[in-house]
């Protein structure tokens, strides 16, 4: 089946350590994106990337840090310095065409910060 | 920039009620796609409609109807005859389709949907 998985789904970090969520995509699409979601708030754009090894900043990258190196993987590395991560996370793809296509999301990771 | 606002945070229905959610956009491209997502309780984000700004066509899919209108800058969403599993929270979206805009995703803060038996 064609899909987005993140791992894991519940994620625990103690203050002061780095922790990373992975993303994987097998739709072959080109682009990927990070987005965190806040309790009754809409999504924010973390980075987004629409080609290997080149990626750019959203409207929240501060305290977070991504690669690129593969076609399906997009991991995203939540750094001591992110003051407040405790939120869902969530991935998502779409290909890349001449106009923007529809973002197709994963199943999100919960990130709490103990 | 660009803004996504839905006025309604939460609403809630009696099963078999219809029911619209209201979705007002701001952006200064000519040329935009507007998207309507839903989450249920697991988290995961379902792509339900894409509207691309040339096409002010409303749409019916089963019980889901979508009524764009560029004149209000509005992107209503009904669900007719509600069910409980239609409870989640609904989202939603633009994108612009040039200019450093690109690819981002702006998100209204959602409409949460709860359907009483």
């Known amino acids: 089946d064609g899909g987005i998985t993140q791992s894991p789904k519940y994620l625990f970090r103690k203050e002061g350590q780095n922790v990373t969520l992975s993303c994987e995509q097998n739709?072959?699409?080109?682009?990927m994106y990070w987005y965190r979601q806040d309790p009754g708030q809409g999504l924010r754009l973390i980075y987004y990337?629409?080609?290997?090894?080149?990626?750019q900043k959203g409207d929240i990258a501060e305290g977070y840090s991504v690669s690129r190196e593969k076609k399906e993987s997009f991991p995203l590395t939540v750094t001591s310095a992110q003051k407040n991560p405790t939120a869902f996370y969530l991935c998502?793809?779409?290909?890349?065409?001449?106009?923007?296509?529809?973002?197709?999301f994963g199943p999100g990771t919960r990130l709490t910060v103990l | 920039a660009q803004k996504v606002t839905q006025a309604q945070t939460e609403i809630s229905v009696v099963e078999k009620e219809d029911v619209t959610l209201d979705c007002v956009y701001e952006?200064?491209?000519?040329?935009?796609?507007l998207f309507w997502y839903k989450q249920p309780p697991s988290g995961e984000l379902v792509f339900l409609i894409r509207?691309?700004?040339?096409?002010?066509q409303n749409e019916i899919s089963g019980r889901y109807s979508w009524n764009f209108q560029k004149s209000t800058s509005s992107f209503n969403f009904t669900i007719t005859a509600s069910q409980v599993v239609d409870s989640a929270v609904y989202f939603c979206a633009l994108i612009n389709a040039g200019g450093t805009s690109y690819g981002k995703l702006t998100f209204g803060q959602g409409t949460i949907l709860t359907v009483h038996p």
């Open positions: 998502a793809s779409s290909i890349v065409g001449g106009y923007p296509d529809t973002q197709y």
């Open positions: 952006t200064r491209d000519t040329t935009y796609y």
């Open positions: 739709l072959n699409h080109d682009a």
């Open positions: 509207r691309n700004s040339f096409d002010e």
């Open positions: 990337s629409q080609i290997v090894n080149d990626f």
